[in-house]
């Protein structure tokens, strides 16, 4: 622990404590010397931290401030805290298509000051991350700020929007999530054309206007159980149990991901049962078709069939059946 993480150390403990501590207690607690305790009372002193000493406790502490406005000066963080920061920063820059990069700059400048400070070096986390986008749409970054700034504001806010079958329609939503899923940005909203909680895909939406208009807000339970009761980014209320049968080849790799919150799981021999609930199966379709040919769909009938017809249709793709658009 260097100079810096023990005097944000200390910091916290005066701000935690309404007793004194003593020179001793505090050296134990940073593990380190009574002399640098002593040397690193006398820094904070400097930066006019509010420090008294208590002679009946034989012990320091911070004067009595009601308000709790005594902050060191700047951007103190310990060094995990700060590399953890960095990284944070850097996926984010990479993972959101440069459309939050002029504002990560600003506090992106500081923290690489106070790494450097440490002895770290700034540089070292892009040069030692790689993030592969896989299906990455391209994020129009003016529609991601309207949409943020109407989430944040509780506007409603007016799109233009693309479905995956190319319909446009003209909608007010109310945002209520943003969520990043899979490499994509999707908003999580109460649509006043359907007059119910959708998702949409950010990368869909052509245009979008904030209204004077204030949201409708749902309460958080409401939008948790409807997002998440039922498989993938399709919500609703689950209305149906995937029961799944994955082979040895991949039995042990499943066991230990999480599909949903609610998911069950049980070994059977050397197989892995997996039963899920879903609303909608056109995701769970496109996972089952990526673990083809070591997972069977026991249940229900209709969605082995539906998994059926896909792998019939990409074999008769592959067997030149199929190629009639070409």
């Avoid at 640098?36 to 931290?49: F, G, I, P, Y």
């Avoid at 009595?64 to 310990?78: A, I, Q, S, V, Y």
């Avoid at 999580?188 to 895909?201: G, I, K, M, Q, V």
Wanted: proline content about 3%; glycine content about 6%.
């Amino acid at each position: 622990m260097d100079k810096f993480d023990r005097i944000q150390q200390l910091h916290r403990i005066f701000k935690s404590r309404r007793r004194a501590v003593s020179v001793r207690a505090l050296a134990e607690e940073l593990e380190c010397s009574e002399r640098n305790v002593k040397r690193l009372l006398e820094t904070m002193q400097l930066v006019d931290a509010p420090l008294e000493y208590d002679r009946s406790q034989r012990g320091w502490h911070y004067a009595e401030d009601p308000l709790n406005l005594f902050e060191l000066p700047g951007l103190w963080l310990t060094g995990e805290e700060l590399q953890s920061l960095s990284v944070l920063l850097n996926l984010l820059e990479q993972l959101g298509n440069g459309i939050l990069n002029d504002e990560i700059a600003v506090i992106e400048k500081e923290i690489a000051n106070l790494l450097s400070a440490r002895g770290i070096n700034p540089n070292a986390f892009a040069d030692r991350i790689r993030v592969l986008p896989i299906a990455h749409r391209q994020l129009p970054g003016a529609i991601f700020n309207k949409i943020s700034e109407a989430l944040l504001r509780s506007k409603r806010i007016r799109i233009d929007y693309l479905s995956y079958k190319g319909e446009k329609t003209g909608r007010d939503i109310s945002p209520q999530t943003l969520v990043y899923y899979r490499e994509n940005w999707y908003v999580d909203a109460w649509c006043h054309l359907r007059n119910e909680l959708r998702t949409f895909s950010i990368a869909r939406i052509g245009a979008a206007e904030i209204l004077k208009t204030k949201s409708q807000a749902i309460d958080k339970e409401t939008l948790r159980a409807h997002f998440t009761s039922s498989f993938g980014i399709f919500a609703g209320e689950a209305t149906h149990t995937a029961r799944l049968r994955f082979s040895r080849e991949i039995a042990r790799e499943i066991a230990t991901q999480e599909w949903h919150p609610q998911q069950l799981g049980e070994w059977d021999g050397k197989d892995y049962l997996l039963s899920i609930p879903y609303s909608d199966d056109r995701e769970l379709i496109q996972d089952l078709l990526r673990h083809t040919p070591h997972v069977y769909v026991e249940a229900p009938v209709k969605l082995r069939k539906k998994l059926q017809n896909r792998l019939q249709q990409g074999l008769e793709m592959q067997l030149g059946k199929g190629l009639g658009w070409l």
